[in-house]
DNA sequence: TACATTTGTATCGCAAACGATACAATCGCC
DNA sequence: GGCGATTGTATCGTTTGCGATACAAATGTA
């Protein structure tokens, strides 16, 4: 491809990935809203939900945040009771963030959330191949931007 | 799929979509810095490299971005002297956004941009039957996405 | 002309996202 | 114990992204 096609909105990756993203989130808010909870506050409960009371920084190694941007979006989750942090014992620097009872009960509620995406496509649906397709492209693309792009959480 | 396995971080399709895209951003910032510019401030140049002299709601149209967003952003990439913001003479409601000679030229210094990406993939790269299904699968997406969130520009 | 409606742009406030940086606790070594 | 290095957390400033809202110009109706 010529430098000038590249430059084409259309032949871009980059920008429908970016795109996508925010509509994503977009579908997401209503729903969100009704949990009173923003979509990288889901993003950590889905990871709390399956392995509850974790440091900050495993938290950001999952969801490959750093730690200046989760430490207030925590505490926004702590100041809606969402979440306890405090110090653990053994090493004194580290933060344990763990699930509450209210936060522990929003997991009864979230499987509607990644059901609207599947809802929002109605129009023209996804076949199974297409997502399998889709995911293992995504993961693979994890997977190599994170060697690429600064490591900061051992990558 | 289970609600329980519904919610595992593994399972979701939105975390790695919006994790890539920031990743990707990640990795354009190196070389967007040498040309003083952001990642959406880039994308603004995609659009007006391709026509130039558009109003801000047609750039928001392409960019599925809201002109409350744009009308900052434009703000400053006119400070820096990429572009010129002018009333239009039929319809002084629409404020014309066009490249000045800094801001054409830059596009010579662009497709090193979206070759980073494959650049960036050099470990496990994909294939171009992947990136095909890949970027289909996006716009399918893209298309079924715009109309089931809250339309804005005539969509 | 008067006035409401529509259309388009700008402003404000909040929540990310991240680099740079400061700060606190711990660990290793002596 | 003392002290520098390491590790982890918190703060600051800038830029997006968007809802809500204010404001300006054009349009429609009478």
Redesign the pocket.
């Known amino acids: 491809m010529k430098g000038e096609e590249m430059l084409l909105l259309e032949n871009q990756l980059c920008f429908p990935l970016?795109a996508v993203s925010?509509?994503v989130?977009?579908l997401y808010?209503p729903l969100l809203d009704q949990l009173d909870i923003?979509?990288?506050?889901y993003?950590v409960l889905l990871v709390l939900w399956e392995q509850d009371s974790q440091?900050?920084?495993d938290i950001?190694a999952q969801?490959?945040?750093?730690?200046?941007?989760?430490?207030?979006?925590?505490?926004?989750?702590e100041q809606k009771e969402l979440i306890q942090?405090t110090?653990?014992t053994?090493?004194?620097?580290?933060?344990?963030v763990s699930l509450t009872t209210r936060g522990k009960k929003l997991k009864q509620k979230a499987p509607c959330i990644p059901q609207a995406l599947i809802a929002g496509m109605q129009d023209s649906p996804l076949t199974a191949r297409e997502v399998e397709a889709f995911r293992r492209t995504l993961h693979k693309m994890l997977e190599a931007l994170r060697s690429s792009t600064?490591p900061?959480h051992g990558g």
């Not at 923003?38 to 506050?41: A, K, L, S, V």
């Open positions: 970016y925010r509509l989130t977009q808010t923003t979509y990288p506050q993003l440091s900050v920084s950001g969801l490959l945040l750093e730690t200046n941007t989760l430490t207030p979006l925590l505490k926004r989750m942090r110090r653990a053994d090493d004194e620097r580290k933060v344990l600064a900061v």
